[in-house]
């Protein structure tokens, strides 16, 4: 993936996750549902932060960008512990 099919990705999930609230303010998705969808566009969301990152990293340290691969979501979302 590129830094634009990235960032297309990127717009998809805010999307899907603006149109999640919508359905959850009509009544059209319960809350639970809503939770559990939005969890997944969180991760996802973070897998893609993670990659434009680290691709832009790649590209000032003169490396080749298109070698860097998305990490697993639980790699992504266990940085920090």
Not at 39 to 68: H, I, M, N
């Amino acid at each position: 993936m590129d830094d634009k099919e990235v960032l297309g990705r990127i717009n998809g999930l805010v999307d899907e996750e603006h149109k999640l609230r919508q359905q959850l303010s009509q009544g059209t998705l319960t809350a639970e549902e809503e939770h559990a969808r939005l969890k997944e566009l969180e991760e996802a969301l973070d897998q893609c932060w993670d990659l434009l990152r680290r691709r832009r990293a790649a590209r000032e340290t003169g490396s080749d960008p298109d070698a860097e691969q998305a990490h697993s979501t639980s790699e992504v979302e266990n940085y920090l512990q």
